[in-house]
C-alpha cells in the first residue's frame, strides 16, 4: 500500500561537500510540486570534514514538527553508517554508495537497499576531485527525484533558475542529476511505495527561515542601527539585515547607505551599541545567542533602569557555556526575562515560526519605544536556521513607528521645565527627550540612583519612587504583548501549555491524542510579561502540562513565579538533547504524567 | 555639595560668544570631586573650549563612564543630554549614538580605570574605527572612589599613598592610540589651562576620534612624593613638543607663519591647527617618530605634553560605513520601509 505525501527521509554527508545545494533543490522541488515540506538541518561545528544531516519531513496535513525515524535513509557518510543504518523505521529504506561494498554488520533484514555507484558514475563522467565530489551529491538528488517521484520538469526548472548564467555549470549539475535519475529508473522499481504526488497546499506559502524573517521585520519597522558580533546560531540574522538593506536603504542620488551595521568588538559592546543609538533616536538591535546576552546583563540593567529602548534577538542555542553551539534549546527563557543584578523584568516576545520571527520582530520595536526599554525576541535554533514553511508575509502600508512619549522642539518650547522620570499622566511611562533637540530637553542620563526629576540621589524614598513606577511600566506591557494562543476542546479539564518553537510538535501531539480520545486544551505563551489569559488559563484548568525544551523547566519556573499558580498544577514535559521537539516527546511526556496520576 | 544650586542670572556685561552666550552659560552643576581636583581644571579648560567655539550647548552630547572622571560631565553644559553609562563601556554608546545622529558633536570623558582596564578593550575598537569624538582620558594613576588603589597607568615604582610599589607596567594611552591608528593624539596636564584649551578645540574640531590624555593629579590619592602622577612631578618633567594653536573656521590665519617652527593643519571643517614645535626633530604628522620621541623622553623620566599626532585625512566610521549625510535618526519612515507590494515581490525568492 504506497504512503503518498506522507513520509520523513534524511541525508547523512559530510561538511562542505555541496551537499547543502542538493538537499535545497529537493526541499524546493517539493514545495513546488504543492505538498507541504520542512527540512532540518543538522550540522556541526565545524567548517569541513565532520558529518552533517539534512532531515525532509513530507506532511499532507501541513505538520511540521521533527519526527525521529525515517522511511528512508540516503547514507553517503561511510563515517556514520552505523548510526544511521539504526535510525530507519523497519520497513524503510537505505539508499546508499554502491561503489563500495557495504560491510556486513550494516545489513538489517527489514530494510531495502537500494545501491546506486555515485561516485564510479560521477568519476566516469566527470573530471576533477572537487566536481566529482559536488556532483556526486547533484546525483543523489536525481536518483530521490526518480524514487520518490520528484517532478523532473520542476528540478530543470530549478536549476535553471539558479545557474541560468553559468551555462556550464547548469549543464553540469542537470547531468548529475540525470546521471541518478537514470540508474535508479533503471535498476529499481520507480517509485517507492513512499512517494509523492501533486497537491495544491503551497501556493500562499513561502520556504523561509527565520532568522531571514526576523531581518525582514527589522527592515520594515525601519531599523537602521545594527550593532553585532558574530555568534552561531544569529549570524546569519544580520546577514541578512544587511543583503536586505543593501538593496533597499541605499539613498539612489549618492549611493549611500540609510543604515549603519556595526560590528562590535564583543556582545557587550554590541549592545551598548544599540542603546547608544537608542538613546539618540535611533531604532536599533542586536542579534545574539545565550552566551552573547550572558555578557550584555550589565548593560542591560542600565537601559532597564535609565529606561532606553533596545531591541534583542536571542537565537537559543544548548547551554549553559558553549555547549553545543549548533543545537537547539530554550534555556534562556529565565535569563531574559529577568537579565542583569538588582531587580529587572524584561518584556519578552516569543515567536513560533519565521512568520512570528518577522511579525514580533517589527512589534518589537514599538514595544521598546512605547515602554522605553529592552524587549527580546527569543527564536532558537531551529526557527533561525531551518527553513520553514509559512503563509506568505504580509504589511500593512498604514503602519506608522511607534515612537512612544518622545517630545518634539515644539513640545518643549512649550514646557516650562522637563524632568525626564515624572510621570504627569499615571501611566508609568514618562516622556524622553533626544539629544541635540532643544536647550530644555537636556538631562543626565544614569545607571545610578536617580529621583523622578532624573537628578542623581541615595535618598531611599527617591529611589523608590522611580524603581516602583518602572515596575508598574513593564506590568502595564503584560496588556501589549501578543495575546497567548488558546485552543480548547469541549469537555476538556487539562491544559497544555507551551512556548515558542514547541508549537509545531505540540499541536500535532494534541491531535493524535484527540483522536485516541484524549481533551486536552491549549494555550501557546507569546510574551512576558504574561497577561491575564494566562493566569486564568491555568486557573481554569484541573492541571496543566508545561511543555519545553530545557532541563530545569523554565516556562513552568516563569509560569509559578508570575501567575503565582501552584507547583502541583503544572505537571513539566521536557525534551532538551538539542534536536527539535517531537510529537512524540510530547505524547510520551503527557501518558507518563497521567499514568503516574492514575 | 550638590545642593547649593548655582546662580543662572548672569551680569549683563558678561562678554558674549559669537552666538551670544556667556562663559556661565557652558556651565554644569556644582563639583562634587575634592577641593583641588585636576578634574575640575579640565572641566574649566572643557568650558572654555566650547564657549570660545560657540557651540550651542544642546548640539553637543556628554558621555562618561564611571569614576570621579566619569562624573565630570554633569558639571559642564548643562543645556547638553548627557549619558554616565557603566563603567570602562562608554566608547560603545558614543559608537552607537554617533552612528544614530552624526550631527551631534560628542565628548567622552573617562579616566583611568575605565578606560586603560576594565574599558580597554572598546578603546581600542573605538580608535579603530575612528568614532567622531572628542575623548578625554582624565588621568591619576589611582582608583579614587574605591580609595587608593594603583590603575594601569601607574608607573612602574611609583608608590601608593600607603607607601605600596607598583610593580607592573604601565599602560601609556599615547603611545596606545598612536599604535592603534588613532588620528588625533595629544597629552595635556590639568595645571596647563593654557595649553589644554586650544588642544581640546582642535579635537572637537577634528573628524574622528580625537584622544587628549590629560595628567590630572589626585589630590586625596595620589598627590605625594613617590607619585608620578603628582602636581610637583608633572610640572617638573613636563615637556612641552608641540603648542597647539586653534583657529576656527570663521577666522582667517593671518598670524606670522614661519616655515620650519610653524606648521598649519587643515580640518575637516575648515578650521585650521597651528602647530608650533618647541622641541627638535618633531614632526607631528609622523605617526612613527611621535611614539619613538614619546619612547625616548619617556626613558628620562619627562612627560610629553602637546599635540603628539595628528592626521590630517582622517576617515571617521561615517566614511567607513557609507552613512548617508542625513542623521540616521531623521531619515523618514518611507525612506526605510519598502512597502507591502515590495515584500509581496521579493519574496518570490523564498518559493
Redesign the interface.
Known amino acids: 500500500m504506497p504512503r503518498t505525501n506522507d513520509f520523513a527521509f534524511k541525508i547523512a554527508t559530510a561538511n562542505g561537500t555541496g551537499s547543502a545545494s542538493a538537499n535545497g533543490l529537493i526541499m524546493?522541488a517539493i514545495?513546488?510540486m504543492g505538498i507541504p515540506v520542512t527540512g532540518k538541518n543538522v550540522f556541526p561545528s565545524n567548517i569541513q570534514g565532520l558529518p552533517t544531516w539534512y532531515e525532509i519531513r513530507v506532511s499532507q496535513k501541513g505538520y511540521t514538527a521533527r519526527i525521529p525515524e525515517f522511511d528512508l535513509m540516503v547514507a553517503l557518510n561511510p563515517a556514520t553508517y552505523v548510526k544511521d543504518v539504526a535510525e530507519v523505521r523497519s520497513g524503510g529504506w537505505l539508499m546508499y554508495d554502491s561503489s563500495w561494498p557495504l560491510d556486513a554488520t550494516l545489513i538489517r533484514q527489514d530494510l531495502t537497499y537500494i545501491g546506486i555507484p555515485l561516485a564510479e558514475m560521477c568519476n566516469a563522467r566527470f573530471t576533477g576531485m572537487r566536481e566529482r565530489i559536488l556532483m556526486k551529491n547533484i546525483a543523489y538528488a536525481g536518483a530521490l527525484a526518480a524514487l520518490l517521484q520528484i517532478d523532473s520538469g520542476i528540478v530543470r526548472a530549478l536549476l535553471k533558475e539558479k545557474y541560468g548564467r553559468k551555462p556550464a555549470l547548469m549543464e553540469s549539475n542537470q547531468q548529475a542529476v540525470d546521471i541518478g535519475y537514470d540508474y535508479a529508473t533503471a535498476n529499481f522499481d520507480c517509485p517507492l511505495a513512499i512517494r509523492l504526488a501533486p497537491l495544491e497546499k503551497t501556493a500562499d506559502a513561502?520556504?523561509?527561515d527565520g532568522n531571514?524573517a526576523a531581518a525582514?521585520g527589522c527592515?520594515?519597522?525601519?531599523a537602521?542601527?545594527g550593532?553585532w558580533y558574530p555568534i552561531t546560531p544569529a549570524t546569519s540574522l544580520m546577514e541578512a539585515f544587511k543583503g536586505f538593506c543593501q538593496k533597499?536603504?541605499q539613498?539612489p542620488e549618492?549611493?549611500?547607505?540609510?543604515?549603519?551595521?556595526?560590528q562590535?568588538?564583543?556582545e557587550?559592546?554590541?549592545?551598548?551599541?544599540?542603546?547608544?543609538?537608542?538613546?539618540?533616536?535611533?531604532r536599533?538591535f542586536t542579534p545574539t545567542s545565550g552566551p552573547g546576552i550572558s555578557l550584555m546583563n550589565?548593560?542591560l540593567g542600565?537601559a532597564y533602569y535609565a529606561e532606553v529602548p533596545a531591541v534583542l534577538f536571542d537565537v537559543q542555542r544548548t547551554g549553559p557555556s558553549t555547549g553545543m553551539p549548533t543545537r537547539t534549546q530554550q534555556g534562556d527563557l529565565m535569563m531574559c526575562a529577568y537579565a542583569s543584578h538588582g531587580d529587572t523584568r524584561h518584556i519578552c516576545l516569543y515567536p513560533a515560526d519565521p512568520r512570528e520571527a518577522f511579525e514580533f520582530a517589527a512589534a518589537a520595536f514599538d514595544l521598546a519605544e512605547r515602554f522605553q526599554t529592552p524587549v527580546f525576541v527569543l527564536t532558537d535554533l531551529d526557527i533561525g536556521m531551518n527553513d520553514w514553511m509559512i503563509p506568505?508575509?504580509?504589511?500593512?502600508?498604514s503602519?506608522?513607528?511607534d515612537r512612544g512619549k518622545v517630545l518634539s522642539a515644539e513640545q518643549l518650547d512649550e514646557v516650562r521645565t522637563f524632568s525626564r522620570y515624572l510621570d504627569t499622566d499615571g501611566d508609568g511611562i514618562t516622556a524622553r527627550?533626544?539629544?541635540?533637540?532643544?536647550?530644555k530637553?537636556?538631562?543626565?542620563?544614569?545607571?545610578?540612583g536617580h529621583n523622578r526629576f532624573g537628578?542623581?540621589t541615595e535618598d531611599g524614598d527617591e529611589y523608590v519612587e522611580v524603581v516602583d513606577r518602572i515596575d508598574r511600566k513593564i506590568q502595564r506591557a503584560a496588556r501589549a504583548v501578543p495575546a497567548p494562543i488558546l485552543q480548547t476542546m469541549p469537555g476538556a479539564r487539562l491544559g497544555l501549555v507551551t512556548v515558542g518553537g514547541c508549537h509545531a510538535a505540540c499541536v500535532e501531539a494534541l491531535d493524535i491524542l484527540a483522536a485516541e480520545g484524549m481533551a486536552i486544551d491549549y494555550m501557546r505563551v507569546r510574551g512576558f510579561p504574561f497577561g491575564e489569559e494566562v493566569a486564568r488559563f491555568l486557573e481554569a484548568h484541573e492541571a496543566s502540562f508545561v511543555v519545553e525544551q530545557n532541563r530545569d523547566g523554565q516556562l513552568r519556573n516563569l509560569l509559578m513565579l508570575e501567575t503565582g499558580t501552584a507547583a502541583e498544577k503544572l505537571e513539566s514535559v521536557r525534551y532538551y538533547g538539542g534536536f527539535p521537539m517531537s510529537a512524540h516527546h510530547v505524547i510520551s511526556g503527557v501518558k507518563a504524567k497521567l499514568e503516574k496520576a492514575a | 555639595m550638590t545642593y547649593i544650586s548655582k546662580p543662572t542670572v548672569h551680569h549683563p556685561a558678561l562678554q558674549k560668544n559669537a552666538i551670544g552666550l556667556v562663559r556661565r552659560e557652558y556651565e554644569g552643576a556644582m563639583t562634587t570631586l575634592c577641593a583641588g581636583c585636576g578634574h575640575d581644571s579640565i572641566t574649566a579648560a572643557i568650558i572654555q573650549a566650547f564657549w570660545e567655539l560657540s557651540i550651542p550647548p544642546h548640539k553637543v552630547a556628554k558621555l562618561s563612564g564611571i569614576g570621579c572622571s566619569s562624573k565630570t560631565p554633569a558639571y559642564f553644559l548643562r543645556e547638553a543630554h548627557g549619558f554616565n553609562g557603566v563603567h570602562g563601556r562608554m566608547p560603545a554608546l558614543v559608537t552607537g549614538a554617533n552612528a544614530a545622529n552624526r550631527d551631534i558633536i560628542y565628548i567622552g570623558v573617562s579616566g583611568d580605570g575605565d578606560s586603560l582596564s576594565i574599558g580597554l578593550g572598546h578603546l581600542c575598537h573605538a580608535i579603530r574605527r575612528n568614532v567622531n569624538v572628542l575623548y578625554v582620558l582624565e588621568n591619576n594613576g589611582v582608583y579614587g572612589l574605591t580609595k587608593g588603589q594603583f590603575s594601569a597607568s601607574a608607573d612602574p615604582g611609583s608608590t601608593s599613598k600607603k607607601g605600596e610599589a607598583n610593580t607592573m607596567e604601565a599602560i601609556d594611552g599615547a603611545l596606545l592610540a598612536l599604535s592603534l591608528g588613532a588620528t588625533f593624539v595629544a597629552r595635556g596636564f590639568s595645571g596647563d589651562k593654557a595649553q589644554l584649551v586650544p588642544m581640546i578645540k582642535a579635537g572637537l574640531s577634528h573628524q574622528g576620534f580625537a584622544f587628549i590624555d590629560v595628567i590630572s593629579p589626585c589630590v586625596t590619592f595620589n598627590d605625594h612624593d613617590g607619585s608620578t602622577k603628582s602636581y610637583a612631578y608633572t610640572r617638573e618633567r613636563n615637556v612641552e613638543v608641540v603648542q597647539a594653536d586653534f583657529v576656527p573656521h570663521a577666522q582667517a590665519i593671518t598670524t606670522e607663519y614661519d616655515p620650519g617652527t610653524v606648521r598649519s593643519v587643515l580640518l575637516h571643517d575648515g578650521s585650521w591647527v597651528r602647530l608650533r614645535k618647541v622641541a627638535d626633530q618633531y614632526d607631528p604628522t609622523d605617526r612613527d617618530r611621535a611614539y619613538a620621541f614619546i619612547r625616548e623622553r619617556q626613558k628620562h623620566g619627562e612627560v610629553v605634553t602637546g599635540l603628539l599626532y595628528i592626521s590630517p585625512d582622517s576617515s571617521d566610521v561615517h566614511e567607513q560605513c557609507n552613512t548617508v549625510a542625513t542623521p540616521l535618526t531623521q531619515l523618514p519612515h518611507e525612506q526605510l520601509c519598502p512597502g507591502s507590494a515590495e515584500l509581496e515581490k521579493l519574496q518570490a525568492r523564498f518559493r
Open positions: 524546493q514545495f513546488r513561502i520556504l523561509i531571514t525582514l527592515l520594515y519597522a525601519g537602521t542601527v550593532a533597499y536603504r539613498e549618492t549611493n549611500r547607505n540609510r543604515y549603519a551595521i556595526l562590535a568588538e564583543d557587550i559592546a554590541a549592545i551598548g551599541m544599540v542603546i547608544g543609538a537608542s538613546w539618540a533616536g535611533a536599533a550589565e548593560f542600565l506568505k508575509l504580509s504589511w500593512d502600508d503602519y506608522r513607528p527627550t533626544l539629544p541635540g533637540v532643544h536647550p530637553g537636556a538631562f543626565f542620563t544614569r545607571g545610578s537628578g542623581y
